[in-house]
């Protein structure tokens, strides 16, 4: 389960330049609106 902490940090990386970066240069590549889904691994 996700904490508050956990989405400030999935939120703070989101505009980190890199992540930015990333998504400005797959968004052309795909045929649909990126879709990004936060999931924990099951073991």
Known sequence: MY???D???F???TEL???VRFVERI???????LDVT???MID
């Open 3 to 5: 904490t508050k902490k």
């Open 11 to 13: 939120e703070y990386h």
């Open 38 to 40: 936060r999931a924990e």
């Open 27 to 33: 968004e052309p590549l795909i045929d649909h609106p």
């Open 7 to 9: 989405e400030a940090a």
């Open 17 to 19: 330049p890199h992540t």
